[in-house]
C-alpha cells in the first residue's frame, strides 16, 4: 500500500504543480501598467505687447475656436495712427496721378514720378505696420479648446510675454506611461492597446494608440517613456484622469 499512496500524492502534487504553472503562465501574459492623461495640447496665450487689458471676452470653462477673440488691449493711438495715414495715402495717390499726367504730357520728369511712386508706396507700408500693432492689441485664441486659465481682467496692465489665458484641447488625450525594459516586447509604435480610466469611467474599456516610445531607458530608474493617443470625442474623459493600459506579454 505504502508505494501506491506515494505514486498518488506525487500525482497529487504534480498536478497542483502544474496547475501553478499554467495559472502563472496566463497571469504573466498580460499586465496593467497605470499612468496619467493629459490634454492633446496646452497652449499659454501671451500678450505681446505692454498694455491696458480693454475687455476680456471669455471665461473659464468656455469653448473657443481657433482665432476667436479672447481679450483685446487699449489701441487708441494706434487706431488713430492707421487713420492718420489713410488720410496721408488718400493725397499721395492724388499727387501720384497728378505726377503721371505731367509726365505724360512732358512737363515733369520721370524723376518726380519715381518719388511720387515712392512716397506713396512708403505711407502704405507704414500703415500696414500701423495695421498690424492694432491686430497685436486683439488676443486670439490659436486653437479649437476649452479655456482654463484667464488671468487679467479689464483695466488691469499687462506685460510683454505675460500670460493671459491657458487653452487645453481635450478631444483627444496623450496617455503617458512609465515602463520598463521588460515590457518593450510588447509595444509596437502605431498598435492598439485596451485602456481604462478606473476612477473617471469605472467598469468600461477604450483602445489607444501607441504614438511614441522613449529611445532611451532612464539609467537610474530603469524606465522608459511611453505615449498613447486617446480619442476622446465620445468618452469626455477630463485631461488628468489616472489611466491604465494593458500590455500583452504572450509572445514574450
Known amino acids: 500500500m505504502y508505494p501506491l499512496y506515494r505514486f498518488v500524492r506525487l500525482r497529487s502534487l ?8 499554467v495559472s502563472s503562465s496566463l497571469l504573466a501574459e498580460t499586465r496593467w501598467v497605470e499612468g496619467i492623461s493629459q ?14 487689458v480693454k475687455s476680456v471676452s471669455v471665461s ?16 487708441s493711438q494706434e487706431r488713430l495712427e492707421v ?7 488718400e493725397k499721395a495717390e ?11 504730357e512732358r512737363i515733369e520728369s520721370e524723376d518726380k514720378l519715381v518719388e511720387a511712386r515712392t512716397a506713396l508706396q512708403s505711407l502704405k507700408i507704414e ?24 488671468l487679467k481682467d479689464p483695466g488691469e496692465a ?6 493671459l489665458f491657458e487653452v487645453i484641447k481635450s ?11 521588460s515590457d518593450l516586447p510588447a509595444l509596437q509604435v502605431g498598435g492598439e492597446a485596451e485602456v481604462q480610466f478606473p476612477i473617471a469611467k469605472p467598469g468600461q474599456t477604450f483602445t489607444a494608440r501607441l504614438d511614441f516610445v522613449d529611445p532611451q531607458i532612464d539609467s537610474r530608474s530603469g524606465l522608459f517613456r511611453v505615449r498613447y493617443v486617446f480619442d476622446n470625442t465620445q468618452a469626455g474623459v477630463k485631461p488628468g484622469a489616472r489611466v491604465q493600459v494593458k500590455l500583452d506579454l504572450g509572445d514574450q
Request: proline fraction near 4%; aromatic fraction near 6%; glycine fraction near 6%.
Open 94 to 104: 492724388v499727387d501720384f496721378k497728378a505726377t503721371a499726367d505731367l509726365v505724360a
Open 171 to 181: 478631444d483627444q488625450l496623450k496617455l503617458q506611461f512609465f515602463m520598463s525594459a
Open 83 to 89: 487713420e492718420r495715414l489713410e488720410v496721408l495715402i
Open 60 to 75: 473659464e470653462g468656455d469653448e473657443v475656436e481657433a482665432g476667436q477673440v479672447l481679450a483685446e488691449l487699449l489701441s
Open 39 to 52: 490634454p492633446m495640447e496646452r497652449i499659454t496665450v501671451s500678450s505681446p505687447v505692454e498694455e491696458i
Open 127 to 150: 500703415r500696414e505696420i500701423a495695421l498690424n500693432d492694432v491686430e497685436e492689441r486683439i488676443i486670439r485664441s490659436p486653437i479649437a479648446g476649452v479655456v482654463v486659465f484667464r
Open 158 to 163: 499687462i506685460g510683454r510675454v505675460e500670460p
Open 14 to 21: 504534480f498536478a497542483a504543480s502544474l496547475g501553478f504553472l
